[in-house]
């Protein structure tokens, strides 16, 4: 929030930092999407291979793969349910490593930014 911080004191500068906070908390749905349907394709198809070897669904159901059009409304609350979850684990995670942000963004850029950059130039 350098930018902000920068502005002069008034009105203009809490009603900036106000929106700036929004488009942050309103976009992070969007910047979780991806990840979550990398996550959901994942766990069917590893539903999809135990019922194939012949192992019966946890819950008793027989959903295909390619069957994600036309979903009960209990698959729904579950799918629901599990984003939410993640959405506030990973906000505890940010509160209990506020301190530590630098290390933080630090690690994941490693982790994740230098792979990428070497696979995809």
């Given at each position: 929030m350098v930018l902000t911080a920068n502005l002069p004191e008034g009105n203009w500068r809490s009603?900036?930092?106000l929106a700036y906070a929004s488009s942050v908390v309103f976009s992070f749905p969007l910047?979780?999407?991806?990840?979550?349907g990398i996550?959901?394709?994942?766990?069917?198809r590893a539903k999809l291979n135990l019922q194939q070897?012949?192992?019966?669904?946890i819950d008793g159901e027989t959903e295909d793969l390619e069957n994600t059009a036309t979903k009960s409304p209990k698959n729904l609350w579950k799918g629901n349910l599990g984003?939410?979850?993640l959405v506030i684990l990973l906000c505890?995670?940010?509160v209990m490593n506020v301190d530590k942000?630098?290390?933080m963004v630090s690690l994941l850029g490693a982790l994740f930014g230098v792979p990428l950059a070497l696979i995809i130039p």
């Open positions: 009603l900036v930092q910047q979780l999407f991806p990840a979550v996550f959901t394709g994942f766990f069917k070897k012949g192992y019966d669904a984003r939410s979850a505890f995670i940010s942000l630098d290390k």
